[in-house]
T-cell receptor, first 114, second 113 residues
Framework: AQSVAQPEDQVNVAEGNPLTVKCTYSVSGNPYLFWYVQYPNRGLQFLLKYITGDNLVKGSYGFEAEFNKSQTSFHLKKPSALVSDSALYFCAVRQRGGYQKVTFGTGTKLQVIP | SQTIHQWPATLVQPVGSPLSLECTVE??????LYWYRQAAGRGLQLLFYSVGIGQISSEVPQNLSASRPQDRQFILSSKKLLLSDSGFYLCAWSLGGRNNEQFFGPGTRLTVL
């Protein structure tokens, strides 16, 4: 069975500071990994994904994530946080091969303080 | 470009009443389709997914059902709503294969009273 853990319920960061939202996963074999963002009362928006290749993945709005196979992690990062980055962030994992459902984490609320 | 629509945006229904939520996708063919429920603004629970017309897989046994009468139409239904059915319902689509990020609709806020 596959699973995703987002250990922080909420992350607070000052505007202009770097931000990290943590994600660890458990899956058989190599994973597909995703990050999504959700603004209040809206659907989720895709940010970035890791499929294969370079462990550092760059995505939308200046976000990036680093795949670390030995630590089974896929932390989301941004060098300089904006107030508009305040939202709910979801990490997700999918096992390779055939049709496999995507498993989402429970979400981390990011609050960027002006 | 592809777009996904959900309606209604909000719905207030009494306990025991029926439910029908609709989701349609434009700009793509033979998408995988998904229904999720999000309770209390947090984790997503996959309810149903479909890889083709008439093909529905249920993830969680409950009083909800789903149908896919057309390639790009996905319907979530219930004959009798329960209080516990309240939540934010999200429809999503994805392509098959390796490029399989999901694209979500705007959601339906359901309140059962």
């Amino acid at each position: 069975a596959q699973s995703v853990a987002q250990p922080e319920d909420q992350v607070n960061v000052a505007e202009g500071n770097p931000l990290t939202v943590k994600c660890t996963y458990s899956v058989s074999g190599n994973p597909y990994l995703f990050w999504y963002v959700q603004y209040p009362n809206r659907g989720l928006q895709f940010l970035l994904k890791y499929i294969t290749g370079d462990n550092l993945v760059k995505g939308s709005y200046g976000f990036e994530a680093e795949f670390n196979k030995s630590q089974t992690s896929f932390h989301l990062k941004k060098p300089s946080a904006l107030v508009s980055d305040s939202a709910l962030y979801f990490c997700a994992v999918r096992q390779r091969g055939g049709y496999q459902k995507v498993t989402f984490g429970t979400g981390t609320k990011l609050q960027v303080i002006p | 470009s592809q777009t996904i629509h959900q309606w209604p945006a909000t719905l207030v229904q009494p306990v025991g009443s029926p439910l029908s939520l609709e989701c349609t996708v434009e700009g793509t063919s033979n998408p995988n389709l998904y229904w999720y429920r999000q309770a209390a603004g947090r984790g997503l629970q996959l309810l149903f997914y479909s890889v083709g017309i008439g093909q529905i897989s249920s993830e969680v046994p409950q009083n909800l059902s789903a149908s896919r009468p057309q390639d790009r139409q996905f319907i979530l239904s219930s004959k009798k709503l329960l209080l516990s059915d309240s939540g934010f319902y999200l429809c999503a689509w994805s392509l098959g294969g390796r490029n399989n990020e999901q694209f979500f609709g705007p959601g339906t806020r359901l309140t059962v009273l």
